[in-house]
T-cell receptor
């Protein structure tokens, strides 16, 4: 299994500002992802964080709004830029354990973001 | 692409009632199937999983069987408790989809005493 530490756990931010969320994993993992859960909704994949290269974004998400860093195999950050109230969501980091026969995703506890 | 269709909610039951939440999926390759639970104000927790056909995942009295022939992974519990009130998500992760997870829309369960 993989243990994921995500910071901050929650924050209240002013519109127009940016917030960087950190994700630290206790072991090296190849695949790391960022998801968003809007209020009352399911989880939507924002992007795949690639180590040593630019993140791969899903349709509807762009790098200017959600820049992602992945400097090594255990750490990633997601920045929510120029925030508006519509960005109020839970943001979750996820990893898929490397080398497993079965594919299992592990999730951080999430960052609950409120934009006012 | 991959998709997960989950029984619409919300579901309201009395304590000790039988619970079924339906989940069907479409996927390429050999997906692993999961049920996650999200208690009010908390993060996502893995409830149970099954990684191949006919596997049964179980935890805390909940069970789900990976049925390849019907592409289903229905969640069941014989006797629900008030503390089971939460949102339940069915999900799959496929090695043919670069490890990405696909989630159902979630089912809100409320158990009344």
């Amino acid at each position: 299994s993989a243990v994921i530490s995500q910071k901050p756990s929650r924050d209240i931010c002013q519109r127009g500002t940016s917030l960087t969320i950190q994700c630290q994993v206790d072991s090296q993992v190849t695949m790391m992802f960022w998801y968003r859960q809007q209020p009352g909704q399911s989880l939507t994949l924002i992007a795949t964080a690639n180590q040593g290269s630019e993140a791969t974004y899903e349709s509807g998400f762009v790098i200017d709004k959600f820049p992602i860093s992945r400097p090594n195999l255990t750490f990633s950050t997601l920045t929510v830029s120029n925030m508006s109230p519509e960005d109020s969501s839970i943001y979750l980091c996820s990893v898929v354990a490397t080398g497993r026969v079965d594919t299992e995703a592990f999730f951080g506890q999430g960052t609950r973001l409120t934009v006012v | 692409g991959n998709s997960v269709t989950q029984m619409e909610g919300p579901v309201t039951l009395s304590e000790e009632a039988f619970l079924t939440i339906n989940c069907t999926y479409t996927a390429t390759g050999y997906p692993s199937l999961f049920w996650y639970v999200q208690y009010p104000g908390e993060g996502l927790q893995l409830l149970l999983k099954a990684t191949k056909a006919d596997d049964k995942g179980s935890n805390k009295g909940f069970e789900a069987t990976y049925r390849k022939e019907t592409t289903s992974f229905h969640l069941e519990k014989g006797s629900v408790q008030v503390s089971d009130s939460a949102v339940y998500f069915c999900a799959l992760t496929s090695n043919t989809n670069a490890g990405k997870s696909t989630f159902g829309d979630g089912t809100t369960l409320t158990v009344k005493p």
